[in-house]
């Protein structure tokens, strides 16, 4: 049975999702492991998680599947946060779960995200049609906080037009615009390298947790590359969060990505895989 938000009893539902998120085998890759780092979480989502949420139960009312979905219109996708599921439920609540949640965001593509080795998410994947993407290999650095990042500086309105061109050339039909990335008010906050006034490239990264900060986007132009750019990037986010670790992910079919970030010293921690479905306009 599908239960909606008014029915449910939300810290039973939040302690299922914790519990679910303890594991690679069972979380989704959106959210973090520990309790206070998913609430916190699900509480920035941009539809708030309780408006969202779809909750499956078993005969005896025990909960064995739950998920939540945020979207932008915009940018026509949404983001599904699960679904966690009992291991025996993928395949017999999992499909009508899935369908339920996704119907309430008014866009035409959906994603969902997790480790490799959550095979539950992806035998539900095959069976409701969507597609799996590139594995992206997640990356942590924990390092003192380095010092002196020269060349860079907050960007501003004015750098918009270099940080599109960038930005859509290097991921295209990504998650947030460059508007966004630029916007005051969002959770982004983005750096620019631009030593002698030109933008050779920029860095977009938001707060996670206490202790971490996020690079959503890393691009340097082909003409500045193998120069120091980008480790000059990565160091002012860093510097700038005051956090003491930096993460963030690189798709499987940019080695050259990955070989840099092992190069600046991070770790490989994790490896994730998206599931995408596009559907016709209603």
């Given at each position: 049975m599908l239960m909606t938000s008014q029915d449910i009893d939300p810290p039973a539902v939040l302690d299922f999702i914790v519990r679910q998120q303890q594991s690679p085998e069972t979380a989704c890759a959106y959210l973090g492991t520990?309790?206070?780092?998913?609430r916190g979480d699900l509480e920035e989502l941009d539809q708030h998680w309780l408006e969202t949420v779809r909750v499956s139960v078993a005969a005896d009312g025990g909960i064995v599947g739950a998920a939540v979905i945020e979207w932008d219109e915009e940018l026509d996708r949404s983001w599904v946060h699960g679904p966690w599921m009992e291991q025996d439920a993928w395949l017999t609540a999992g499909p009508s779960l899935l369908a339920a949640v996704t119907a309430q965001a008014p866009v035409v593509g959906h994603e969902m995200y997790a480790d490799v080795s959550n095979h539950g998410m992806a035998q539900l994947a095959r069976r409701c049609g969507w597609q799996a993407g590139e594995a992206n290999f997640e990356y942590r650095?924990?390092?003192?906080?380095?010092?002196?990042?020269?060349?860079?500086?907050?960007?501003?309105?004015?750098?918009?037009p270099a940080i599109r061109a960038l930005h859509e050339r290097e991921f295209p039909g990504?998650?947030?615009?460059?508007?966004?990335?630029l916007d005051p008010d969002s959770r982004y906050s983005t750096l620019v390298f631009a030593p002698e006034g030109?933008?050779?490239?920029?860095?977009?990264?938001?707060?996670?947790?206490?202790?971490?900060?996020?690079?959503d986007f890393l691009a340097v132009r082909p003409d500045a590359r193998r120069s120091g750019v980008g480790e000059r990037l990565i160091n002012g986010a860093h510097e700038s969060s005051g956090r003491d670790?930096?993460?963030?992910?690189?798709?499987?079919?940019?080695p050259a990505a990955r070989a840099f970030y092992a190069s600046t010293g991070f770790e490989s921690m994790a490896t994730t895989r998206p599931y995408r479905l596009r559907r016709s306009r209603r």
């Open positions: 520990e309790p206070s780092e998913i650095r924990a390092t003192p906080v380095p010092s002196g990042a020269p060349g860079t500086r907050p960007a501003t309105s004015a750098d918009e990504t998650y947030a615009s460059a508007s966004e990335l030109t933008v050779l490239g920029y860095v977009a990264s938001q707060l996670q947790s206490e202790s971490a900060v996020y690079v670790k930096i993460t963030l992910t690189v798709d499987e079919n940019r």
